[in-house]
Nanobody
Framework: QVQLVESGGGLVQAGESLRLSCATS????????MAWYRQAPGKQREQVAG??????????NYADSVLGRFTISIDGPKNTLYLQMNSLKPEDTAVYYC?????????WGRGTQVTVSS
């Protein structure tokens, strides 16, 4: 059973930073791609950052709304995915989820709440 456990969320003020972590039960270098999604109240879940071709070193991609502020990365020995979030804005407030797709099936963590006050 694939397990993903997010942590690192919290309440911060606009302009501050947070780093989210996603610990996975899988050997991360055996995974092709992972991603971070978020879902704000009343809105659809959206991908904010993804990392593809992990075994080759990883190619990041970002939503326009977070480009230049968020950075996705991995720690192979720890089998952990990170999302460094800088210059946070109130509109970044959401539950953030870690995602991995294995054999065409999506796996999700339970999410971690990020709240940014103005």
């Amino acid at each position: 059973q694939v397990q993903l456990v997010e942590s690192g969320g919290g309440l911060v003020q606009a302009g501050e930073s947070l780093r989210l972590s996603c610990a996975t039960s899988e050997r991360i270098f055996f995974l092709n791609a992972m991603a971070w999604y978020r879902q704000a109240p009343g809105k659809q879940r959206e991908q904010v950052a993804g990392l593809t071709s992990i075994p080759s070193g990883g190619t990041p991609n970002y939503a326009d709304s977070v480009l230049g502020r968020f950075t996705i990365s991995i720690d192979g020995p720890k089998n952990t995915l990170y999302l460094q979030m800088n210059s946070l804005k109130p509109e970044d407030t959401a539950v953030y989820y870690c995602n991995v797709k294995i054999l065409s099936r999506d796996y999700w963590g339970r999410g971690t709440q990020v709240t940014v006050s103005s």
